[in-house]
Structures are given as C-alpha cells and as structure tokens.
C-alpha cells in the first residue's frame, strides 16, 4: 500500500517539526555571562607655548624711517614647560599699500632648540605674505626665542606724496605645532 501525502499528514509533520525545534533551540543558546572590571590611568603631556604680543605701528613711519620690534617664542606658559617637543613658523603679512621693507633676525638672547631659519634676514613677500619655517622648541626643556623684525620705508621713493593717505597692516603670527617623537631632535 503506497502512502499518499495528505493534508492531515503534513499539518502533523509540520507540527512534529516545529515541536522538535522549539526542544532543540534553547540547547543551543549558550548560557553563560562574563563580567569583566579594571581601572587604568591615562595621562596627558601638557602643551605649553606662548610668544610676546607686539603692536605694529606704522602711521608714524616715513621715508628714510625705521621701527625696531622685539618678540619672543616660548614652550612656557603659566609656569608650565611643555612636555612634547613643538615646531613653529613665523608668517610676517602686509597689505602692500606702502613701500615697507622687512628683515627678521635672531636676537642673541635665545635658549635651548633651534631657531627659525630667517637666512639672510630680508624677508621675501609673495602675495604680502612671508614665511619663515624651522624653529624648535624642545619637550620637557624650557626654550626661550628671541626675535628682532625691522620695518624700514626705504628713503629712495620719489615720489612719496602718493601715499599720504595710504593705511597698511602688519601682521606677525606664530604657528606652533606638535612634533612626533621620531622627529624629535
């Protein structure tokens, strides 16, 4: 006698079927938790930098006149010597409304790291912005840099009138940032 699938038969089958997973499923969920509990300390290294505000005036510069300005950069700030080691750059702008020259020196009162690299002094504007890269700052080691930035109105202007009423702006920014250790010099 040959068995025919009927509709009585598959309910059944499809009942035992799911009576067997429901019996199967909790047996292979794993029962068990963990907990796990620490503490652990992380620290920060300070950063520390600061240079001297300076005031560029130019509206009492004329011809033949030149203004001397003093700056420094520094890796201590409120008493606080930076502990990661810093490169910084110098960027000397103008708007160019007047015939000014500029020249960045060091000032003989630096310590520890190495100075921005200034060349000759005479600073090359492109766009009325200059840049002067490569000064360092050590970690953990205070450093102090000195900075002299003149600003001359050449005398050899023929015609100076022109800029009677002209206003210019100078800006010197110091942008400092971390070095990574491999780096470190």
């Given at each position: ?80 010597v930076s502990q990661v080691g810093q490169e910084y750059s110098i960027t000397v702008e103008t708007t160019g409304n007047l015939p000014l020259k500029f020249v ?35 970690h953990t080691e205070e450093a102090t840099h000195s900075y002299e930035l003149t ?35």
């Amino acid at each position: 006698m040959k068995k025919h699938l009927t509709k009585t038969r598959i309910a059944v089958y499809t009942a035992l079927l799911c009576l067997l997973g429901l019996t199967a499923a909790p047996a292979t969920y794993a029962r068990f938790t963990a907990r796990v509990e620490g503490s652990a300390v992380a620290s920060a290294a300070v950063w520390a930098s600061e240079s001297s505000e300076i005031k560029i005036d130019v509206s009492e510069l004329t011809p033949g006149k030149t203004s001397l300005y003093k700056f420094k950069v520094t890796n201590k700030k409120d008493r606080k010597v930076s502990q990661v080691g810093q490169e910084y750059s110098i960027t000397v702008e103008t708007t160019g409304n007047l015939p000014l020259k500029f020249v960045l020196t060091p000032d003989g009162a630096s310590s520890g790291g190495s100075l921005a690299k200034t060349g000759s002094g005479s600073l090359t504007f492109t766009d009325g912005k200059s840049v002067v890269e490569g000064g360092f700052l050590p970690h953990t080691e205070e450093a102090t840099h000195s900075y002299e930035l003149t600003v001359s109105w050449p005398n050899d202007e023929k015609n100076e009138f022109v800029y009677a009423d002209e206003i210019d702006l100078v800006t010197v920014t110091v942008d400092a940032k971390q070095t990574m250790p491999e780096s470190q010099r």
